[in-house]
Nanobody, 123 residues
């Protein structure tokens, strides 16, 4: 069992930056690929970014590539998402996600979810 706790969401103006964090407890963190997904009101949950177990490989959606960086600190059991040049369309609840051994690329891949943190970008 893995428990995930997101933090760092909030209200930010367009063009601003936020860093989301996800703290993991339970089984060995570095045995899990980790990711971020988001869900805007009235929309399906979508992939944002993911990272392999040791951080060697990263993946991004087209919508955030070039503006966001996913990283992890295995010694701290923590996952990060640095988001820059935020746009109103980035407004959503952001979820931390874990998949055993591999970076999750779709919501169906995910074995464990956090409860989410709300990011609101004002225009």
């Amino acid at each position: 069992q893995v428990q995930l706790f997101e933090s760092g969401g909030g209200l930010v103006q367009a063009g601003g930056s936020l860093r989301l964090s996800c703290s993991a407890s339970g089984r060995t963190f570095d045995g899990y690929g980790m990711g971020w997904f988001r869900q805007a009101p009235g929309k399906e949950r979508e992939f944002v970014a993911s990272i392999s177990t040791l951080g060697k490989y990263t993946y991004y959606s087209a919508s955030v590539k070039g503006r966001s960086t996913i990283s992890r600190a295995n010694a701290k059991n923590t996952l990060y998402l640095q988001m820059n040049s935020l746009k109103p369309e980035d407004t959503a609840v952001y979820y931390c996600a874990a998949k055993s051994a591999m970076a999750p690329r779709t919501a169906l891949d995910v074995e464990y979810w956090g409860k989410g943190t709300l990011v609101t970008v004002s225009s």
